[in-house]
């Protein structure tokens, strides 16, 4: 009975001899002088990858029909847009619809129906340069719609490290720039925070194609442009 009171006691004032420590750790750490900075990083590149979403439409009084007349079409897009450059790795459908398409008479009856299906793709064509040539060829194989062309860059994650370091080295230069006006020097690093890192690429939503143009044979022009990487880190820096 004794003993087990005794034991009782000892964990009591280790578990108090604990918190009193850790209490004291934190004060120790939240006494340390610090800045806080948030440093930007920009990289600026080429694009080199475009990025397609193309439609196929189909319509029939029957929808099997347009089922099937909308999957021997868009057969054809994906081999002309393959063989004109596409990537056939990384072609992907993104949404499919069939729905039914009514006429009406001035009563609200309906007089006639026909079913449409949708189906739309995405390509990836990693040389930019063949952009036009994919779509031209996708065109001419039965694609009714381009929905969007996106430019991006291809190997992203090595911008967004340059980007990171350019911001990292942004918020200590701010830090060092504070510290010194107040007769101080940056120490050391209490925290970090990696805000974010985003690439910024190229949209396109309205393509006039070259056939549309009155340009005969010619390529339907892209440009890429350039793409914008971007990033945010904010930094607790110890000052002494």
Same mark, same amino acid.
């Given at each position: 009975?004794?003993?087990?009171?005794?034991?009782?006691?000892? #964990?009591?004032?280790?578990?108090?001899?604990?918190?009193?420590?850790?209490?004291?750790?934190?004060?120790?750490?939240?006494?340390?002088?610090?800045?806080?900075?948030?440093?930007?990083?920009?990289?600026?590149?080429?694009? *080199?990858?475009?990025?397609?979403?193309?439609?196929?439409?189909?319509?029939?009084?029957?929808?099997?029909?347009?089922?099937?007349?909308?999957?021997?079409?868009?057969?054809?897009?994906?081999?002309?847009?393959?063989?004109? +450059? #596409?990537?056939?790795?990384?072609?992907?459908?993104?949404?499919?619809?069939?729905?039914?398409?009514?006429?009406?008479?001035?009563?609200?009856?309906?007089?006639?129906?026909?079913?449409?299906?949708?189906?739309?793709?995405?390509?990836?064509? *990693?040389?930019?340069?063949?952009?036009?040539?994919?779509?031209?060829? #996708?065109?001419?194989?039965?694609?009714?719609?381009?929905?969007?062309?996106?430019?991006?860059?291809? *190997?992203?994650?090595?911008?967004?490290?340059?980007?990171?370091?350019?911001?990292?080295?942004?918020?200590?230069?701010? #830090?060092?720039?504070?510290?010194?006006?107040?007769?101080?020097?940056?120490?050391?690093?209490?925290?970090?925070?990696?805000?974010?890192?985003?690439?910024?690429?190229?949209?396109?939503?309205?393509?006039?194609?070259?056939? *549309?143009? +009155?340009? +005969?044979?010619?390529?339907?022009?892209?440009?890429?442009?350039?793409?914008?990487?971007?990033?945010?880190?904010?930094?607790?820096?110890?000052?002494?």
């Amino acid at each position: 009975m004794y003993r087990g009171g005794l034991m009782k006691k000892l #964990a009591a004032v280790l578990a108090a001899s604990l918190i009193a420590c850790s209490w004291m750790s934190a004060s120790a750490e939240d006494s340390r002088r610090s800045v806080t900075t948030t440093g930007n990083g920009i990289v600026t590149t080429r694009n *080199d990858t475009a990025v397609l979403n193309l439609v196929v439409e189909t319509s029939s009084p029957e929808a099997k029909q347009a089922i099937q007349d909308n999957a021997n079409i868009m057969t054809r897009v994906k081999q002309a847009a393959i063989n004109a +450059g #596409a990537n056939p790795t990384k072609i992907e459908t993104t949404d499919y619809n069939l729905y039914p398409l009514n006429e009406y008479d001035n009563r609200g009856k309906v007089v006639a129906r026909k079913y449409q299906a949708s189906n739309m793709i995405k390509l990836v064509v *990693d040389d930019i340069k063949n952009t036009g040539r994919v779509m031209d060829a #996708a065109v001419s194989a039965g694609a009714n719609r381009i929905d969007s062309i996106r430019f991006t860059v291809r *190997d992203a994650d090595k911008y967004k490290d340059e980007a990171l370091k350019r911001a990292t080295k942004d918020a200590e230069r701010k #830090a060092k720039m504070i510290a010194a006006s107040l007769g101080k020097n940056v120490t050391n690093v209490i925290a970090v925070n990696e805000n974010h890192v985003n690439v910024s690429p190229r949209y396109m939503m309205n393509v006039k194609m070259a056939a *549309d143009s +009155g340009m +005969g044979n010619a390529t339907t022009p892209m440009e890429g442009g350039d793409a914008s990487v971007e990033s945010s880190v904010t930094i607790v820096f110890e000052i002494g």
